[in-house]
Structures are given as C-alpha cells and as structure tokens.
T-cell receptor
C-alpha cells in the first residue's frame, strides 16, 4: 500500500540547474497537487490537477512547471533553480468526487538551492 | 480568491488541559469543506478532522472537536485532555468548489508536562 511516493527525499542544486521532483500515487486519485512549505508561511499551493491532461496554477506557480499525462504521476519541474526555491515540497492527492475526502500526502522533498 | 488565516503562530497548553486553535477564512462560495491537519516533527501530514459547510452540526473525533461558525467564517479546533503526542504544527485548510485546497500558515502547539 504505497500511497503517495515522492522522490527524491533530499536534493541539493546549484543556482540555474534544472530538476524534476517526482510524485506518484497508486490510489487512482483524480486530484493531485504540489505545495511548498517554508517557515512561517504554511503550505502554499504551487500547481494542482483535477485529472489527466488538466493542470492549473495555485498561489505560487512562478518558476515551476507541471504536467499530468497519467492519473498516477504528477511531476514538478524547476527549469532554472533559484535560492528562493529552497524549501520542503509536498505532493498530495485525493478524490475529487467527494470534496470532503482528505488529501494523502507524500513524505516531502527537502530541496536546497545554493 | 479564498484565504485562510490562523492568527496564532504558537500556543502552549498544560498536559490534560483544553486548548482551542483559531482559524478564519474568506470565501464567496456557499459549498465548501474545511479540514484540520496535524504535522508532527516527522513532517508527516495527518488529517485530524473535517467539516462540510452545509452541515450545521460540529464535527467531533474523539478528543478533537470543531466550532464551525459559517456566518462568521470561523473554524476553530478544540483539543480536550491534551497529551504530549498532540505537540505538533496544526494547519487549517479550505477546499472549495474548484477542488483547490488552501492552507493557513499554521499554529505550533506545545504541550507542557
């Protein structure tokens, strides 16, 4: 029972490098989302998706790209990493049909940009 | 746009006492859902309790209950008989008609033995 799997768990990048944070879920959830968590800022929504082929921007989308080619996967891409993107990133998923369904979270990815 | 505000960055409570964490939100929607999540030092996000806006009855889960005031757009969490394991960061979250889920900035709860 894997739930939501995020890889990697830790990553250090240099400014200007690109990378993709992976997120996969095996619960057939339509809704998937990415958050970043910074001290004193809570969880801020970066991008979200309500199904394969559909994505939308959240509160802080700049500097990040997403795609949703399958129900299971929702990768987050940093095209040119900046120190301001140093954060802990969480991926989450849930059903959309019943909006009272809670989100299932991955364990997070700690990303440092030097 | 919807917003969620948690006005208490940190709170402390004596073990076995009761504590209330505040959450207010702003929305023009009539149908939505509210959640409280707990994040212990392990960083794992754990659902504590949920509330549907169309239900007038306040949700309860064991020692956790909410005071949902729809007109005031308030959704506070009450923890009774506080235990050391309740020490964590608590986040209030709003899920609206577009399924987008917004979180507050969190309240760090300390339990004093």
């Amino acid at each position: 029972n894997a739930g939501v799997t995020q890889t990697p768990k830790f990553q250090v990048l240099k400014t200007g490098q690109s990378m993709t944070l992976q997120c996969a879920q095996d619960m057939n959830h339509e809704y998937m989302s990415w958050y970043r968590q910074d001290p004193g800022m809570g969880l801020r929504l970066i991008h979200y998706s309500v199904g394969a082929g559909i994505t939308d921007q959240g509160e802080v989308p700049n500097g990040y790209n997403v795609s949703r080619s399958t129900t299971e996967d929702f990768p987050l891409r940093l095209l040119s990493a900046a120190p301001s993107q140093t954060s802990v990133y969480f991926c989450a998923s849930s059903y959309t049909g019943g909006a009272n369904q809670p989100q299932h979270f991955g364990d997070g990815t700690r990303l440092s940009i030097l | 746009a919807q917003t969620v505000t948690q006005s208490q960055p940190e709170m402390s409570v004596q073990e076995a006492e009761t504590v209330t964490l505040s959450c207010t939100y702003d929305t023009s929607e009539s149908d939505y859902y509210l959640f409280w999540y707990k994040q212990p030092p392990s960083r794992q996000m754990i659902l504590v309790i949920r509330q549907e806006a169309y239900k007038q009855q306040n949700a309860t889960e064991n020692r956790f209950s909410v005071n949902f005031q729809k007109a005031a757009k308030s959704f506070s969490l009450k923890i009774s008989d506080s235990q050391l394991g309740d020490a964590a960061m608590y986040f209030c979250a709003y899920r609206g008609e577009d399924d987008k889920i917004i979180f507050g900035k969190g309240t760090r709860l300390h339990i004093l033995p």
